[in-house]
Nanobody, 121 residues
Framework: QVQLVESGGGLVQPGGSLRLSCAAS????????MGWSRQGPGKQRELVAT???????NYDDSVKGRFTISRDNAKNMVYLQMDGLKPEDTAVYYC???????????????WGQGTQVTVSS
């Protein structure tokens, strides 16, 4: 069993910053890509940022230049530094990890439960 737990969400004013963290635990052999998605009210879920095990990153155009994804492979953690937040960034943010589990040959995408980010004055 693999579990991901997000933390760091909250209420912030426009222009402010938040740092989200996500810890993966459980029956993990190795983790390939990790990333973050979000779903705002009345919106489709969208992929925000991804990072490979080697550190290559990709960002959605809506957050590029404002958000930074990083990871700590030794700790099985992924982070999302969010700067210059806008009201349209308000959403539940979910982390994922592409996990190869111990004693299994396949890789699965595991998701966290989400953390709420609200950008409002």
């Amino acid at each position: 069993q693999v579990q991901l737990v997000e933390s760091g969400g909250g209420l912030v004013q426009p222009g402010g910053s938040l740092r989200l963290s996500c810890a993966a635990s459980g029956s993990i052999f190795t983790i390939n890509a990790m990333g973050w998605s979000r779903q705002g009210p009345g919106k489709q879920r969208e992929l925000v940022a991804t990072i490979t095990s080697g550190g290559s990153t990709n960002y959605d155009d809506s957050v590029k230049g404002r958000f930074t994804i990083s990871r700590d492979n030794a700790k099985n953690m992924v982070y999302l530094q969010m700067d210059g937040l806008k009201p349209e960034d308000t959403a539940v943010y979910y982390c994922y990890a592409d996990v190869q589990r111990r004693f299994y040959t396949t890789t699965i995408r595991s998701w966290g439960q989400g953390t709420q980010v609200t950008v409002s004055s």
